[in-house]
């Protein structure tokens, strides 16, 4: 059978284009995907105005939202509020813990969702994120307890691949750990962070970034989101691009999968 996944990130609410994610919100209904995974940065600086804005685009959306914090989801400088009730905004307005995995279920899929973002880290830039071993746990467990066919999808916000232009923004923390453990467990792989949009393959596993959704912090690219669309050892991601007037394709990547491992067509 065939799944469709919207993948969605850094919608940063404090900085978001509203014209824009109205027309993001369009365009995922005309879509219709089972799922829209939403990877993290909702907020520009955690505040409680962004979290509600964010809310009501969550309360919008046409499928249900697997949606997991990025490091701007966290408050930035207000010291106490970072180190000790980090993410009691994320909880009051999103309504999830971002201490556990988050999963949903359907036809054909199952995915995991684990919060990267750390309120510190053991280098200068606190924005990298990291993965441990109780999150890969989990994840394996969601993954082992589904049907044998079902499209197996982690969401997460920092990436698990980098090319020439983010090479400097660092792979999410311990993702040589997690790629040798989810390989031939896992079949996809969605992030954002970088805000800029492209696939490829890792360890024998598609993993997909979006860029910025619909906020004005583009990185060399306009906003776009994906559709990611599975159909047994056939999966394709599809950028949607704004074009200043709506999204449209922008480009298309294909993979097939032989045994546990994907390739690039």
Same mark, same amino acid.
């Given at each position: 059978?065939?799944?469709?996944?919207?993948?969605?990130?850094?919608?940063?609410?404090?900085?978001?284009?509203?014209?824009?994610?109205?027309?993001?919100?369009?365009?995922?209904?005309?879509?219709?995907?089972?799922?829209?995974?939403?990877?993290?940065?909702?907020?520009?600086?955690?505040?409680?105005?962004?979290?509600?804005?964010?809310?009501?685009?969550?309360?919008?959306?046409?499928?249900?939202?697997?949606?997991?914090?990025?490091?701007?989801?966290?408050?930035?400088?207000?010291?106490?509020?970072?180190?000790?009730?980090?993410?009691?905004?994320?909880?009051?307005?999103?309504?999830?813990?971002?201490?556990?995995?988050?999963?949903?279920?359907?036809?054909?899929?199952?995915?995991?969702?684990?919060?990267?973002?750390?309120?510190?880290?053991?280098?200068?830039?606190?924005?990298?994120?990291?993965?441990?071993?109780?999150?890969?746990?989990?994840? #394996?467990?969601?993954?082992?307890?589904?049907?044998?066919?079902?499209?197996?999808?982690?969401?997460?916000?920092?990436?698990?691949?980098?090319?020439?232009?983010?090479?400097?923004?660092?792979?999410?923390?311990?993702?040589?750990?997690?790629?040798?453990?989810?390989?031939?467990?896992?079949? #996809?792989?969605?992030?954002?962070?970088?805000?800029?949009?492209?696939?490829?393959?890792?360890?024998?596993?598609?993993?997909?970034?979006?860029?910025?959704?619909?906020?004005?912090?583009?990185?060399?690219?306009?906003?776009?989101?994906?559709?990611?669309?599975?159909?047994?050892?056939?999966?394709?991601?599809?950028?949607?691009?704004?074009?200043?007037?709506?999204?449209?394709?922008?480009?298309?990547?294909?993979?097939?999968?032989?045994?546990?491992?994907?390739?690039?067509?």
């Amino acid at each position: 059978m065939t799944v469709r996944l919207a993948q969605i990130s850094d919608l940063h609410f404090g900085r978001d284009v509203p014209a824009v994610a109205r027309a993001l919100l369009a365009d995922l209904r005309e879509a219709a995907p089972a799922m829209v995974a939403v990877c993290g940065d909702l907020t520009q600086r955690a505040t409680a105005a962004e979290f509600a804005a964010a809310r009501a685009f969550l309360d919008e959306l046409p499928a249900p939202a697997l949606v997991v914090p990025g490091n701007h989801d966290l408050p930035g400088w207000r010291v106490w509020s970072r180190f000790g009730r980090p993410w009691r905004l994320w909880r009051l307005h999103i309504g999830t813990d971002p201490g556990e995995a988050v999963t949903h279920t359907a036809d054909g899929l199952v995915a995991v969702g684990v919060t990267t973002a750390r309120r510190w880290g053991p280098h200068h830039d606190w924005s990298r994120g990291r993965i441990n071993s109780p999150q890969l746990a989990a994840i #394996l467990a969601a993954f082992a307890a589904a049907p044998r066919d079902d499209l197996r999808v982690l969401v997460a916000h920092h990436p698990f691949l980098l090319t020439p232009p983010v090479l400097g923004r660092g792979l999410v923390g311990r993702s040589g750990l997690a790629l040798r453990r989810l390989g031939g467990q896992a079949d #996809l792989l969605l992030g954002g962070h970088t805000h800029l949009a492209y696939s490829g393959v890792v360890n024998g596993l598609v993993v997909a970034q979006s860029g910025t959704a619909c906020s004005d912090r583009h990185k060399g690219e306009p906003n776009s989101y994906n559709l990611i669309d599975a159909d047994g050892d056939h999966l394709t991601v599809s950028t949607r691009r704004w074009n200043g007037d709506r999204f449209a394709a922008h480009q298309r990547s294909e993979y097939l999968r032989a045994g546990h491992e994907w390739r690039a067509v």
